[in-house]
């Protein structure tokens, strides 16, 4: 059934608000929008046409709202160094295979934090408007970063002398969803909770952030440690990433301020699941993640309003299928299964510019969702497993 006016009956709808799951409904999309969403009585007459998904389970359309399409999730070093001298063809080939993976686990939309050569953006720009482009992709192009400090992956170090705010302004390229600050280092592997300090100032942060809203971006925020992530939320950055040992106040202010976090829990399990477990890289990889999962139920009391992101590209984070090792570690953190999808939908929404919809299954709203065999309780699990996946009322 590959039309835009159906009925669904489903087991189970998981709609992305975050409400409990609906059990037994009917679905009815007309034009590709969702007309109604009713209950279905086990002893009620079905409609004349119908798809039968009453062994599924619904939910919309994930995001990842922190990946590197133009790096690999791969572990080996030398490989990991040689993606920087990659031509665009050779990183063309490689993201096509990150989308294919994408849309193989239930993910729609990607928000992009950016890669050395702005590939990610080169190919969003070439892939925009294909009829047969599923993955909606949002791109920062590159990331900003203080020369000699970490981020050269990522992009461009900002020349001695010159703002933030002049490069966010004079470097725009067109396409761009999305600015990338990278304010800090990364997390150390040999001591625990080794913090480092930022890149730039606040006030730098605040004009950079004035310089992209008036250019009508967002600007995503690398931070951890409690200085660099305190700057960021100070300077109304929208977003902050990853935010490993960042601290309570942090999260109080985060809670305050309305700043959006994107813990990428999924990066240290990764780290563990790549190492010797007598290796002091693991042992100090396995008390990262234990800690951010405190972080994250802290979050959780203080009414964080988290987003999923999960760094794919980062060593031993793949494209697609980290999405659901992040579900289960933020429903390890205390989310329930319908609180980790508002994560992965709703609450990725509000992050990107002109998202392509409400990240919800509900009334007047896109029909984009997945049918994920099994029930509710199956999940993220399932999402290997999927039955199929919808656009605006298409099966694709």
Request: charged residues 25%.
């Given at each position: 059934?590959?039309?835009?006016n159906?009925?669904?009956r489903?087991?189970?709808l998981i709609?992305g608000?975050?409400?409990?799951?609906?059990?037994?409904?009917?679905?009815n999309?007309?034009g590709?929008i969702?007309?109604s969403?009713?209950d279905?009585?086990?002893?009620?007459?079905?409609?004349?046409?119908?798809?039968d998904?009453?062994?599924c389970?619904?939910?919309?359309?994930?995001c990842d709202?922190h990946?590197?399409?133009?790096?690999?999730?791969?572990?080996?070093?030398?490989?990991?160094?040689?993606?920087?001298?990659?031509g665009?063809?050779?990183a063309?080939?490689?993201?096509?295979?990150h989308?294919r993976?994408?849309?193989?686990?239930?993910?729609?939309?990607?928000r992009?934090g950016?890669?050395?050569?702005?590939?990610?953006?080169?190919y969003?720009?070439?892939?925009?408007?294909k009829?047969?482009?599923?993955?909606?992709?949002?791109?920062?192009?590159?990331?900003l970063h203080?020369k000699?400090?970490?981020g050269?992956?990522?992009?461009?170090?900002i020349?001695?002398g010159?703002?933030?705010?002049?490069?966010i302004?004079?470097?725009?390229?067109p396409?761009?969803?999305h600015?990338?600050i990278?304010?800090?280092?990364?997390?150390?592997?040999?001591e625990?909770?080794k913090?480092?300090s930022?890149q730039f100032t606040?006030?730098?942060l605040?004009?950079?952030?004035?310089a992209?809203?008036s250019?009508?971006l967002?600007?995503?925020v690398h931070?951890?440690?409690n200085?660099p992530v305190?700057?960021a939320?100070?300077?109304?950055c929208?977003?902050?990433?990853h935010?490993?040992?960042m601290g309570?106040d942090?999260?109080?202010?985060?809670a305050?301020?309305?700043?959006?976090?994107v813990?990428?829990?999924?990066?240290?399990?990764?780290y563990?699941?790549?190492?010797d477990?007598?290796?002091?890289w693991?042992?100090?990889?396995?008390?990262?993640?234990?800690h951010?999962?405190?972080?994250?139920?802290?979050?959780?009391?203080?009414?964080?309003?988290?987003?999923?992101?999960t760094?794919?590209?980062?060593?031993?984070?793949?494209?697609g299928?980290s999405?659901i090792?992040?579900?289960g570690l933020l429903i390890?953190?205390?989310?329930?299964i319908?609180?980790a999808?508002k994560c992965?939908t709703?609450?990725?929404?509000?992050?990107?510019?002109?998202?392509?919809?409400?990240g919800?299954v509900?009334k007047d709203?896109?029909a984009?969702?997945?049918?994920?065999?099994?029930?509710?309780?199956d999940l993220p699990g399932s999402?290997?497993?999927?039955?199929g996946i919808?656009?605006?009322?298409?099966?694709?």
């Open positions: 059934m590959n039309t835009q159906m009925t669904i489903a087991g189970w709609d608000s975050g409400r409990p799951v609906n059990k037994n409904v009917l679905i999309i007309a590709g969702v007309s969403i009713t279905f009585f086990p002893d009620q007459q079905p409609p004349d046409k119908q798809l998904l009453t062994d389970t619904i939910i919309p359309a994930l709202s990946t590197h399409l133009a790096i690999s999730g791969r572990i080996d070093p030398e490989i990991r160094e040689n993606q920087m001298a990659y665009y063809d050779q063309e080939a490689m993201i096509a295979g989308v993976d994408y849309i193989k686990h239930g993910v729609l939309t990607v992009d950016g890669d050395f050569n702005a590939y990610a953006l080169k969003k720009n070439q892939s925009s408007g009829k047969d482009h599923h993955l909606s992709i949002y791109a920062a192009g590159i990331g203080v000699g400090r970490y050269q992956l990522l992009g461009m170090h020349t001695p010159r703002e933030l705010s002049q490069a302004l004079e470097d725009f390229r396409g761009m969803d600015v990338k990278v304010n800090s280092g990364v997390n150390s592997l040999t625990f909770g913090e480092t930022s606040v006030d730098e605040k004009d950079a952030v004035r992209a809203e250019i009508g967002k600007v995503m931070a951890n440690g200085i305190r700057g939320i100070e300077a109304r929208h977003t902050v990433e935010g490993f040992f309570e942090n999260l109080k202010r985060m305050d301020k309305g700043t959006i976090w813990p990428t829990i999924c990066t240290m399990k990764a563990m699941d790549n190492s477990p007598e290796s002091g693991h042992k100090v990889a396995e008390k990262n993640l234990i951010q999962l405190e972080q994250v139920e802290m979050a959780i009391e203080y009414g964080v309003t988290i987003a999923l992101g760094d794919a590209g980062s060593p031993g984070v793949y494209h299928s999405v090792e992040e579900l390890k953190a205390g989310l329930s319908e609180e999808i992965a709703s609450n990725t929404m509000q992050i990107i510019n002109d998202a392509p919809n409400t919800t509900s709203n896109q984009t969702f997945v049918a994920v065999k099994g029930k509710p309780v999402l290997k497993e999927i039955r919808w656009v605006k009322g298409k099966n694709i």
